[in-house]
């Protein structure tokens, strides 16, 4: 049955890609540069991306680079057949993400018929955006993290246990651990805890959640040819009922949260997690501006499974091999939790501690300052406007509605201007005196602006109690294999560091 489609599906795709691609858009070009709006070459093709030749992160610095050699705050550029258009100047990154946000509220859909992510915070639009950002704000205060902090510190506890159980149970006098299949099993039982309060034992070697979590994300080829093709053709593909996503993966999920749902709603046992608000939402009489239904309420349960797994799993493998490659930082980290957990006596640490911990703070905000695991932010404009920034010529340039805007976060990151001696790993750039000398818009590992990332507090605490476990029981190291300088991988979205990579864990007791 699939055959046919299949077949039609990489056919349409192949000949767009290489026929169509690249410099074929002069027409569709000639309003931008009515507008006065510098047009950059592509440095990138569909064709690049599709073959693993290039990626967006680094074709972003490229056209950074490239504005920058222009004077230019902004410039337009095509990408699958689109004209996006490219800021390189903060006082407009902050007019868009923030002052105008307004006119610059969504992000470009996930193609049609994607009930999951499109009906997510992630890919909601307008008003029925803000309702539901406005509705699920509450679920990450300081308050609702500290309630959720115990499963943080016992995920945490057993993710060490793991470590030293492998180790245990190891051949090898050379032990040495796949970093980021561990960060992924701790990610997951935290977020399905904390959030879902479901007893899923994610480390585990039958559980069956991670393999399917990695399903959503994997970047095959099957995968890219199925994006590609549902965003240029969207209606053929509507028509032959191809989707982006992996269906079979979206369904388990679907299936999993609609029954954790259903066992609240039927035990009447209330928890103190997300799931019970998305409970007591579809119970109420008294609805609200959403209109409540599981096609509402479960892709915001999916949405933060999603970034609760890979995000954080991906920032804590980055951490670690940046600490095993950096003795002299992971060091300084390890003084400082000692100090605070030694003097606990019990080997854990408190939500207070962990948020005053200076160091800790300034490592992970680096991380995602040199790794963002997001290194492009998008904003659809809503409205036609003009650019609250002038061009050269001193004249107002027109933004037409439904123009892709791309902030490339990883290129600020990598400015000179911004983070001298970019390359180089150094926390105390993030020192309250050295952010004091720079925009407070130069970094954005979280995004920026009221579509910034939703769970910012819940990652930072999630992540620093994870480190502190970890670096007060393993000195970490590289293994022979271990590629230094680092080598991360490049996609889609940002840095990630690739599954192949081994790190040492050595007790320290
Ligand atoms: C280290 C971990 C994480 C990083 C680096 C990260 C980063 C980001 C970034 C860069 C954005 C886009 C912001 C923008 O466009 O301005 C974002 C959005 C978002 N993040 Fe995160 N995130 C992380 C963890 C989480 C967690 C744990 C959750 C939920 C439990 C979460 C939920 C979301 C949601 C729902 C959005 C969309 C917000 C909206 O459109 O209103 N993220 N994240």
Known sequence: MWVIPGILVVLVTAWFLRRFMKNSNADKLSYWKQQGFTILEETISGWDIFTGKGNVTDSDIEYYKELGRRGESCGVVTELGTPILIVRDLDVVRDILIKDFDNFTDRPPFGEGNKIFNGSLFGLMGKNWRNMRSFLSPTFTSGRIRNMFSHFEKSAANLTAFIKNQQKTSSSTNFDLPVVEAMRKFSMQVITSAAFGLKVDSFHPSDEIIPMARRLFALTMSAKIRMIFVLQFPKLAKFLNVKMEDVEAVDFFWRLISTAINIRQKSGVRGNDFLQSLVDALNSKEAGDIVWSEDAAIPQAFAFIAAGFDTIANNLSAACYVLATH??????????????????????????????????????????????????????????????????????????????????????????????????????????????????????????????????????????VALAHIVRNFEIRPSAGTPIPAKMEKDMLGYSVGTDIRLKFIPRD
């Open 327 to 464: 003795p002299e930082v992971q060091e300084e980290l390890y003084r400082e939790v000692e100090k605070v957990m030694q003097s606990s006596g019990d080997d854990t640490i408190s939500y207070e501690e962990i948020n005053g911990m200076e160091y800790i703070d300034m490592f992970v905000a680096e991380t995602l300052r040199l790794y963002p695991s997001v290194a492009r932010l998008d904003r659809v404009c809503t409205t036609e406007c003009a650019l609250p920034d002038v061009g050269k010529g001193g004249r107002a340039r027109l933004i037409r509605k439904g123009t892709v805007i791309a902030v490339p976060a990883d290129a600020f990151h990598k400015d000179e201007q911004y983070f001298p001696d970019p390359f180089k790993f150094d926390p105390t750039r993030f020192s309250q005196e050295n952010k004091a000398k720079r925009s407070p818009y130069a970094y954005m590992g979280f995004g920026n602006g009221p579509r910034s990332c939703i769970g910012m507090r819940f990652a930072l605490v999630e992540t620093k």
